[in-house]
């Protein structure tokens, strides 16, 4: 009896996820787009993440979403979603690239329009962030996703901070024709994977993902085909994202990358998380055409590729009056998680007001050459950076 209750359970289960799949297949059919001609927006440029005004529904009002190729589906602040009455229609996993997986209730929004172009019938998941999230620090609003921008060609320039989307061919693509890069997509999917060169060797399945705003990070398994080139080591919970953190272990190593013609020695990331992602630290020194209708991306070069050095260390709020680690370099005797009495003398509250304001400035607090650690003990522990 137990063994038939098993099966049926498991029958049960299969029927459920074929439901779901065949309710997607059919939700991603219904998408279009009405547009007949080039249309563009401004973008502001935060944290080096791309983030659009968009409306919904029959609302005129602008709401902040991040534009990112490497999400899934579009996803749309729960509040809002609820607001603008939009059903559940099931519910998903859904992972990101920190290796955390939430379920996610699914609907559909009849319109999203950027300015004058409307996509209608756009599956979206109804977005809880995290508390740790800092995504809605940039846009409180959700996410642009794949299964959006797939719908049509984008010209993305980073320089004049616009977003330009067409159903045809760019005519500035022609520029890097010779050396445009084959993408592909996974099933029902829109986000574009690409193979990389690394010091002569290719790197397959690296998500194009201008949703992410690092520069080029790989599963750890590929290290070990650099074994000739020197590693530094970093634990990191630094990176947050839509539903949080999670610690890795990032391996470094200074490699020549090559993406279309150009050719530059960068920091590679080499993670235990198993993420493959090209971020807009990289694609920023490009003009970005991406064109669903063949299947390729050109890059044309703006400047040279140059990245800032990784942080040898990155402190976290533990609270109003204490910091945390939460990215460490194998040189400094700390643990991701040790908690912290100073940063320069200074506790978190005279420093910054909020969550935001923390993500939004730190940068600037921390861009200097060494900084002086503050232990719980009062000893001091003075690191470079």
């Known amino acids: 009896m137990k063994h038939q209750v098993r099966i049926l359970f498991v029958l049960l289960v299969a029927f459920c996820l074929s439901c779901n799949t065949v309710t997607q297949i059919n939700m991603n059919a219904k998408s279009d787009v009405i547009s007949n001609h080039v249309d563009s927006i401004s973008f502001t440029y935060k944290k080096k993440i791309i983030?659009?005004?968009?409306?919904?529904?029959?609302?005129?009002?602008?709401?902040?979403?991040?534009?990112?190729t490497g999400a899934f589906y579009t996803k749309i602040e729960k509040h809002l979603a609820n607001d603008l009455k939009l059903p559940t229609v099931f519910t998903k996993s859904?992972?990101?690239?920190?290796?955390?997986t939430r379920k996610v209730e699914m609907t559909s929004a009849n319109k999203i329009r950027l300015a004058n172009t409307t996509y209608?019938?756009?599956?979206?998941?109804?977005?809880?962030?995290?508390?740790?999230?800092?995504?809605?620090?940039?846009?409180?609003?959700?996410?642009?996703?794949?299964?959006?921008?797939?719908?049509?060609?984008?010209k993305i320039d980073y320089q004049k901070?616009?977003?330009?989307?067409?159903?045809?061919?760019?005519?500035?693509?022609?520029?890097?024709?010779?050396?445009?890069?084959?993408?592909?997509?996974?099933?029902?999917?829109?986000i574009p994977e690409i193979e990389i060169n690394i010091?002569?060797?290719?790197?397959?399945?690296?998500?194009?993902?201008?949703?992410?705003?690092?520069?080029?990070v790989l599963p750890k398994k590929y290290a070990k085909l650099f074994d000739n080139t020197r590693s530094?080591?970093?634990?990191?919970?630094?990176?947050?994202?839509?539903?949080?953190?999670?610690?890795?272990?990032?391996?470094l190593k200074t490699l020549e990358v090559t993406l279309g013609n150009s050719k530059s020695k960068i920091p590679v990331e080499f993670s235990s998380l198993n993420k493959a992602l090209l971020g807009n630290d990289v694609l920023e020194h490009f003009t970005v055409y991406l064109n669903y209708t063949d299947e390729k991306i050109t890059l044309v070069p703006?400047?040279?590729?140059?990245?800032?050095?990784?942080?040898?260390?990155?402190?976290?709020?533990?609270?109003?009056?204490?910091?945390?680690?939460?990215?460490?370099?194998?040189?400094?005797p700390l643990k991701i998680g040790d908690t912290l009495k100073s940063i320069n003398g200074f506790t978190p509250k005279e420093l910054f007001k909020s969550h935001c304001d923390y993500f939004l400035n730190a940068s600037k607090?921390?861009?200097?050459?060494?900084?002086?650690i503050g232990l719980l003990n009062d000893t001091l522990i003075k690191s470079s950076l």
């Not at 002569?200 to 080029?216: Q, S």
């Not at 607090?365 to 002086?372: P, R």
Request: proline share 3%.
């Open 94 to 100: 859904n992972s990101t690239a920190q290796g955390i």
């Open 199 to 216: 010091d002569g060797k290719t790197i397959e399945n690296v998500l194009f993902d201008v949703g992410y705003n690092g520069g080029l």
């Open 302 to 332: 703006m400047s040279p590729i140059t990245l800032d050095e990784p942080k040898k260390f990155i402190p976290g709020i533990l609270n109003d009056s204490l910091w945390t680690v939460n990215r460490i370099h194998q040189d400094i």
């Open 51 to 68: 983030v659009v005004d968009a409306s919904l529904e029959d609302n005129q009002e602008p709401h902040q979403f991040i534009f990112d």
């Open 120 to 154: 209608q019938n756009i599956a979206a998941g109804k977005l809880r962030y995290a508390k740790e999230s800092y995504s809605p620090c940039l846009a409180e609003h959700g996410i642009i996703g794949a299964n959006l921008i797939k719908l049509q060609n984008w």
């Open 161 to 190: 901070q616009r977003l330009y989307f067409s159903n045809e061919t760019f005519e500035g693509e022609e520029a890097g024709i010779n050396s445009a890069i084959n993408f592909s997509t996974g099933f029902l999917s829109g």
């Open 232 to 251: 530094e080591i970093f634990l990191d919970k630094s990176i947050s994202g839509i539903f949080g953190s999670n610690l890795d272990t990032l391996e």
């Open 365 to 372: 607090f921390m861009d200097q050459d060494s900084i002086t």
